[in-house]
C-alpha cells in the first residue's frame, strides 16, 4: 500500500541520502490518502444500508490508506482491545480540561442562539458562576464516564476484529499483517506474496490488483470511446435544442441556404484534401524512398482517413499501413510518415490561425485586441518545431517509448518548408469553400475581406478536433469551438441579419456548424469514390 522507492525503500519512509521519491511515488501518496478519506467518510452510510459486517471493513481500508505518524501502533491497540490506564494522570487532566473548556463554549453557544428567548444579563454575577461551575462538573462527569465508557467499547472492538479477521482475510485482505522474522522470511521466498510494511495495519492480496489491472486493460478503451461518444451525443443534443428553441427565427435562413452552394463547396474541399493532403502525404513517401502511384496513394490515403469516424484512433493507422504494405512501405516508415503529415498540417492550422487571429476582434473591445495580437506574435515559433533535428528527436522519442527502433532518415529542411507552405496555402483554399458557405446574402452575409475570420476560426477549431483523441475525427468538440469563435468575432453587422437576437445568431452559428460536418463528410467521400474509381483495378487485384 506504500510506494516503493527506486533505490528499493518504502517511499513512505523520510528520504535518505539513498531514498528518493519520485513523482509517481508523491502522486501514489497524495491519491491513496484521498481515496482513503472518501472511503472513512463513506463507511457510515455504507454501514447502515449494507447488511453484514457493515461499513467496517471500508472504514478500515480507509484508515489503512491515509498516513499519519504512530498509525500503526495506535491501530493495534485499539483493534486488539487493549484498556485505557484510568489511573495515568493524562486522562485526569483531560477530563478536567474538557470540564473548563466546554461549558464555556456551551454558554456563549446559547447567549447567542437564545438571546431573545432567555435575558441572560438579567442574572447577577453569583448566579453566573453558579451557572459555570454546574456546567463544568456536569462537563468534567460527562468526560470521565466517556473516557471509562472508551473501554467497553474497545472491548467491542475487539470482539467485532476477532469475528471479521478471518473473513477479511477469506477475501484476501490481511489485517494487521504480523511483523515476524519468520513471516518475513517465508514470504522472501514467495514473489508472489511480497512482505508486508512494517508500518501498513492492512495487506491486499496481489490477486486484487491482478483482477484490477485486468478489468482497467479490458475497460479503458470502452471508457475512452464511452466518454467520446457521450461528448459527441450532448454536442449534438444541445445543438439541436438551441436549433429548436429559435427555429422561427432561423427557418428562412436554414431554408435559403443553397444545396448548389453546398456541392460546390464540398467539391472544392474535395479538391483539398486530393492536393493538399493526399498529395503531401505521397511526397513524404517519395522522400523515405518509395514513390506510389497517384490514384493509389490517394485510395490508401482517403480510406485511413475515413476510418477515422470509428470508434477508436488507432483504425486509422492500423488501416494506411495494412494498405500500403503491398507497395513494399514497411510499418516503421507508414507510420512515421503519418506522423510527419499530421505534425506539418497541425502546425500549419496552429500557425495559420494565431496569424488570423488579428481578424477575431470583430465584437471585442479594444484592449482584448491586444491579448490577440500577442498570441498572434507567438505564432512564428511554431516553425522552429519543423527543423529536422528538433522533428526527428522527437519523432524517436516517441518511437523509444513504444519499444521501436529510432528512425534514422535525414530529412531536408527544403522539403519540410515546401511542404508547411503548401499546406498553409491549401487551408486558405479550404477557407475559400467555406466563404462559398457562410457568404450568402440571406444568412450571415460575410464579405470576401473577412476570409481571414473564417480560415483562422476553422483552423484553431480544426486543432481542437484533433487534439479530442476520444472523439472520433474529433465530433462535437470542432463544432463547439468553431461556434464560439464565430459568436464572438463576428462584426456587428452580421448580428442586424439577425434583428439584434444574439440567441437567434448563435442558434444559426449552430446549425452551420452541423453543416459543416456534413460538408466534410461529403467532400472525403468524394475524394475516396473518385480515388477507387480510377484505381479500381490495382484495387481489386489487392483484394
Same mark, same amino acid.
Given at each position: 500500500?506504500?510506494?516503493?522507492?527506486?533505490?528499493?525503500?518504502?517511499?513512505?519512509?523520510?528520504?535518505?541520502?539513498?531514498?528518493?521519491?519520485a513523482?509517481?511515488?508523491?502522486?501514489w501518496f497524495?491519491?491513496?490518502?484521498?481515496?482513503?478519506?472518501?472511503?472513512?467518510?463513506?463507511?457510515?452510510?455504507?454501514?447502515?444500508?449494507?447488511?453484514?459486517?457493515?461499513?467496517?471493513?471500508?472504514?478500515?481500508?480507509?484508515?489503512?490508506?491515509?498516513?499519519?505518524?504512530?498509525?500503526?501502533?495506535?491501530?493495534?491497540?485499539?483493534?486488539?482491545?487493549?484498556?485505557?490506564?484510568?489511573?495515568?494522570?493524562?486522562?485526569?487532566?483531560?477530563?478536567?480540561?474538557?470540564?473548563?473548556?466546554?461549558?464555556?463554549?456551551?454558554l456563549a453557544?446559547?447567549?447567542?442562539q437564545?438571546?431573545?428567548?432567555?435575558?441572560?444579563?438579567?442574572?447577577?454575577?453569583?448566579?453566573?458562576?453558579?451557572?459555570?461551575?454546574?456546567?463544568?462538573l456536569?462537563?468534567?462527569?460527562?468526560?470521565?464516564?466517556?473516557?471509562?465508557?472508551?473501554?467497553?467499547?474497545?472491548?467491542?472492538?475487539?470482539?467485532?476484529?476477532?469475528?471479521?479477521?478471518?473473513?477479511?482475510?477469506?477475501?484476501?485482505?490481511?489485517?494487521?499483517?504480523?511483523?515476524?522474522?519468520?513471516?518475513?522470511?517465508?514470504?522472501?521466498?514467495?514473489?508472489?506474496?511480497?512482505?508486508?510494511?512494517?508500518?501498513?495495519?492492512?495487506?491486499?492480496?496481489?490477486?486484487?490488483?491482478?483482477?484490477?489491472?485486468?478489468?482497467?486493460?479490458?475497460?479503458?478503451?470502452?471508457?475512452r %470511446?464511452?466518454?467520446?461518444?457521450?461528448?459527441?451525443?450532448?454536442?449534438?443534443?444541445?445543438?439541436?435544442?438551441?436549433?429548436?428553441?429559435?427555429?422561427?427565427?432561423?427557418?428562412?435562413?436554414?431554408?435559403?441556404?443553397?444545396?448548389?452552394?453546398?456541392?460546390?463547396?464540398?467539391a472544392?474541399?474535395?479538391?483539398?484534401?486530393?492536393?493538399?493532403?493526399?498529395?503531401?502525404?505521397?511526397?513524404?513517401?517519395?522522400?523515405?524512398?518509395?514513390?506510389?502511384?497517384?490514384?493509389?496513394?490517394?485510395?490508401?490515403?482517403?480510406?485511413?482517413?475515413?476510418?477515422?469516424?470509428?470508434?477508436?484512433?488507432?483504425?486509422?493507422?492500423?488501416?494506411?499501413?495494412?494498405?500500403?504494405?503491398?507497395?513494399?512501405?514497411?510499418?516503421?516508415t507508414?507510420?512515421?510518415?503519418?506522423?510527419?503529415?499530421?505534425?506539418?498540417?497541425?502546425?500549419?492550422?496552429?500557425?495559420?490561425?494565431?496569424?488570423?487571429?488579428?481578424?477575431?476582434?470583430?465584437?471585442?473591445?479594444?484592449?482584448?485586441?491586444?491579448?490577440?495580437y500577442?498570441?498572434?506574435?507567438?505564432?512564428?515559433?511554431?516553425?522552429?518545431?519543423?527543423?529536422?533535428?528538433?522533428?526527428?528527436?522527437?519523432? %524517436?522519442?516517441?518511437?523509444?517509448?513504444?519499444?521501436?527502433?529510432?528512425?534514422?532518415?535525414?530529412?531536408?529542411?527544403?522539403?519540410?518548408?515546401?511542404?508547411?507552405?503548401?499546406?498553409?496555402?491549401?487551408?486558405?483554399?479550404?477557407?475559400?469553400?467555406?466563404?462559398?458557405?457562410?457568404?450568402?446574402?440571406?444568412?450571415?452575409?460575410?464579405?470576401?475581406?473577412?476570409?481571414?475570420?473564417?480560415?483562422?476560426?476553422?483552423?484553431?477549431?480544426?486543432?481542437?478536433?484533433?487534439?479530442?483523441?476520444?472523439?472520433?475525427?474529433?465530433?462535437?468538440v470542432?463544432?463547439?469551438?468553431?461556434?464560439?469563435?464565430?459568436?464572438?468575432?463576428?462584426?456587428?453587422?452580421?448580428?442586424?441579419?439577425?434583428?439584434?437576437?444574439?440567441?437567434?445568431?448563435?442558434?444559426?452559428?449552430?446549425?452551420?456548424?452541423?453543416?459543416?460536418?456534413?460538408?466534410?463528410?461529403?467532400?472525403?467521400?468524394?475524394?475516396?469514390?473518385?480515388?477507387?474509381?480510377?484505381?479500381?483495378?490495382?484495387?481489386?487485384?489487392?483484394?
Open positions: 500500500m506504500v510506494p516503493v522507492s527506486p533505490q528499493g525503500g518504502p517511499a513512505g519512509q523520510r528520504p535518505g541520502p539513498s531514498v528518493r521519491w513523482f509517481e511515488d508523491y502522486f497524495i491519491l491513496k490518502n484521498i481515496i482513503g478519506w472518501v472511503l472513512i467518510i463513506a463507511a457510515w452510510p455504507v454501514g447502515l444500508l449494507v447488511p453484514g459486517p457493515g461499513g467496517l471493513p471500508l472504514f478500515l481500508i480507509g484508515f489503512a490508506l491515509i498516513t499519519f505518524p504512530g498509525k500503526r501502533k495506535l491501530t493495534a491497540r485499539v483493534l486488539r482491545g487493549r484498556p485505557l490506564n484510568m489511573a495515568w494522570k493524562g486522562y485526569r487532566w483531560i477530563a478536567i480540561l474538557f470540564g473548563l473548556v466546554f461549558p464555556a463554549i456551551a453557544i446559547l447567549i447567542w437564545f438571546h431573545t428567548d432567555l435575558d441572560f444579563h438579567s442574572f447577577t454575577t453569583p448566579q453566573r458562576v453558579l451557572i459555570y461551575i454546574v456546567f463544568a456536569i462537563s468534567w462527569l460527562a468526560a470521565r464516564i466517556m473516557l471509562r465508557s472508551a473501554n467497553g467499547i474497545l472491548h467491542l472492538i475487539a470482539r467485532t476484529r476477532r469475528k471479521i479477521r478471518p473473513w477479511m482475510r477469506r477475501k484476501g485482505i490481511d489485517l494487521l499483517p504480523p511483523r515476524r522474522r519468520k513471516r518475513l522470511r517465508q514470504a522472501r521466498h514467495a514473489p508472489a506474496s511480497p512482505p508486508p510494511d512494517p508500518d501498513e495495519i492492512i495487506q491486499i492480496h496481489p490477486r486484487h490488483f491482478q483482477r484490477m489491472s485486468r478489468i482497467w486493460k479490458r475497460a479503458k478503451p470502452w471508457l %470511446n464511452g466518454i467520446g461518444l457521450a461528448i459527441m451525443v450532448l454536442v449534438v443534443i444541445w445543438f439541436t435544442r438551441r436549433i429548436e428553441g429559435h427555429w422561427e427565427a432561423i427557418d428562412d435562413k436554414i431554408r435559403s441556404t443553397s444545396l448548389i452552394r453546398i456541392l460546390i463547396a464540398s472544392m474541399f474535395a479538391l483539398f484534401l486530393f492536393l493538399f493532403r493526399a498529395i503531401s502525404w505521397r511526397r513524404i513517401l517519395i522522400g523515405f524512398g518509395h514513390r506510389l502511384p497517384v490514384a493509389a496513394s490517394t485510395r490508401i490515403w482517403s480510406t485511413s482517413e475515413l476510418a477515422r469516424y470509428l470508434p477508436g484512433a488507432i483504425w486509422q493507422v492500423l488501416g494506411r499501413v495494412y494498405l500500403v504494405r503491398k507497395y513494399g512501405v514497411d510499418a516503421a507508414s507510420s512515421t510518415s503519418q506522423v510527419l503529415e499530421l505534425t506539418i498540417f497541425l502546425l500549419a492550422n496552429l500557425f495559420t490561425g494565431l496569424v488570423c487571429l488579428p481578424w477575431f476582434g470583430g465584437r471585442m473591445d479594444a484592449d482584448a485586441r491586444w491579448y490577440l500577442l498570441a498572434a506574435g507567438i505564432a512564428p515559433l511554431l516553425l522552429l518545431l519543423l527543423h529536422p533535428k528538433i522533428f526527428l528527436g522527437v519523432i %524517436n522519442r516517441v518511437l523509444k517509448w513504444v519499444g521501436k527502433p529510432p528512425f534514422d532518415l535525414r530529412l531536408q529542411k527544403r522539403l519540410l518548408a515546401k511542404l508547411m507552405a503548401w499546406s498553409m496555402l491549401g487551408l486558405a483554399w479550404q477557407g475559400l469553400a467555406l466563404w462559398v458557405l457562410m457568404s450568402q446574402p440571406d444568412t450571415l452575409g460575410l464579405k470576401l475581406s473577412q476570409l481571414p475570420l473564417i480560415i483562422g476560426a476553422y483552423c484553431l477549431a480544426w486543432c481542437a478536433g484533433f487534439l479530442a483523441v476520444t472523439n472520433p475525427a474529433g465530433f462535437g470542432r463544432e463547439a469551438v468553431l461556434v464560439t469563435l464565430l459568436r464572438f468575432s463576428l462584426p456587428p453587422s452580421t448580428l442586424e441579419h439577425f434583428g439584434g437576437d444574439e440567441r437567434a445568431l448563435k442558434a444559426f452559428l449552430m446549425f452551420l456548424g452541423l453543416l459543416l460536418r456534413l460538408w466534410t463528410i461529403i467532400g472525403e467521400l468524394m475524394v475516396a469514390g473518385l480515388a477507387y474509381a480510377l484505381d479500381y483495378r490495382a484495387w481489386k487485384s489487392e483484394s
